[in-house]
């Protein structure tokens, strides 16, 4: 692979692609030191370490969500857009099986915050409007949501599907209407009983 215009953005990018490959957890400054045929020092002035550049692969992952789920909730409420969501993260999880998975590592509090992961979170809670739900039931939501989503791609993309009958895309349609009438007939807060 050719050398020259070494950067950051393009390491982070080329990074992005190993882990596709190869597995996000195996993506190291090493292993992109060999696929650019390039000692490991050099990319040290690009990138800090291993956990650099895994942040930096995770905020990619983040951001191409983000603008796909974007675009995919334009004009959509209620159940469709229930839908729209959930398939953009398993068609991107089928896509991009390592970015899916960077999608998932710890970033510290600054990178948090100037990544895409507060977006996602405010189209979850826009998602939700559309089912009336207020808070502290509107964060529930949104992490019962990112968690069946999650869960579910996880799941499947490690093959815990695959050994029965009905197919897991029948099943996937299946979870979304369950998902709906939850949202739909969200449960009331039981009171809190008092201690005797």
Known sequence: ???VGLNTERLARAGA????????????????ARRFDVKVASLYSHVKNSHDLKTRIAMIALEELAVRAA???AGRAGKDALSALGNVYR??????P????????RLDPEAAAASAGLRHSQMMRALLRGYDLTEPDQTHAVRLLGSVFHGYVSLEMGGGFSHSAPDSDETWLR??????????????????????
């Open 1 to 3: 692979m050719v050398r």
């Open 175 to 196: 979870t979304l209407d369950a998902l709906d009438a939850l949202l739909r007939n969200w449960p009331e807060q039981a009171p809190e009983q008092t201690p005797e």
């Open 17 to 32: 692609e190993l882990a596709d490959e190869v597995g996000f957890e195996h993506v190291t400054v090493s292993a992109l």
């Open 98 to 105: 390592g970015r899916y998975a960077s999608a998932q590592f």
């Open 71 to 73: 675009e995919a909730l």
């Open 91 to 96: 068609d991107y999880a089928r896509e991009h």
